[in-house]
């Protein structure tokens, strides 16, 4: 897996409500699929100012042969902050408001208190992603925005790129989590 090489030491849990005297990491995330479910793929483009002044960057991205656009603009976030090797203070931007407003408004709250059940007792879709998401985030302060997507802004329309040239690339993979849905 791709990582920030200077991230890596082992650290206590760390709540990201906090604010941490770690990093700061920018990163931008999206998914994309051809046809819902279909080939599908994500892109995350993750920027840090490391202790010499020099701006780091790291682009991620993957492509699945069936799966659907929420799984994958939550595998983009899921990935970039795995990515993370020590806590750190991140703003994480998306153009998913399933992703950013999952956590802005409290649903994932709601969901794990009623068991994994939305507010009208139906589950939960992508469960098995966003436990991983919440565990990816865990160590971190993690700032989510929402950005419009196909908008013009170069690191979200960077995103982009990644994930539809992954969905359309060659090397897919499965994503086990949707074909035992």
Not at 15 to 27: R, T, Y
């Amino acid at each position: 897996m791709a990582s920030f090489d200077d991230f890596s030491f082992k650290t206590d849990e760390v709540p990201s409500s906090v604010a941490l005297q770690g990093p700061q990491v920018l990163i931008y995330t999206d998914g994309a699929s051809r046809g819902n479910p279909g080939r599908g793929g994500y892109g995350a483009v993750l920027r840090y100012t490391n202790s010499a002044g020099e701006t780091k960057t790291l682009e991620l991205s993957q492509g699945y042969y069936k799966t659907t656009n929420n799984r994958m603009e939550l595998l983009a976030a899921i990935v970039a902050l795995e990515a993370l090797k020590r806590p750190c203070n991140v703003e994480l931007h998306s153009d998913s408001q399933y992703v950013v407003n999952a956590f802005n408004q409290r649903w994932v709250a709601g969901w794990i208190k009623r068991g994994w059940k939305t507010s009208n007792k139906q589950p939960v879709k992508n469960v098995d992603l966003w436990q991983r998401l919440i565990a990816a985030a865990h160590n971190h302060a993690v700032r989510w925005v929402w950005v419009k997507g196909h908008a013009g802004h170069k690191l979200n329309e960077r995103c982009d790129e990644l994930a539809t040239t992954a969905a359309d690339g060659t090397s897919l993979i499965e994503d086990p989590g949707f074909t035992q849905a």
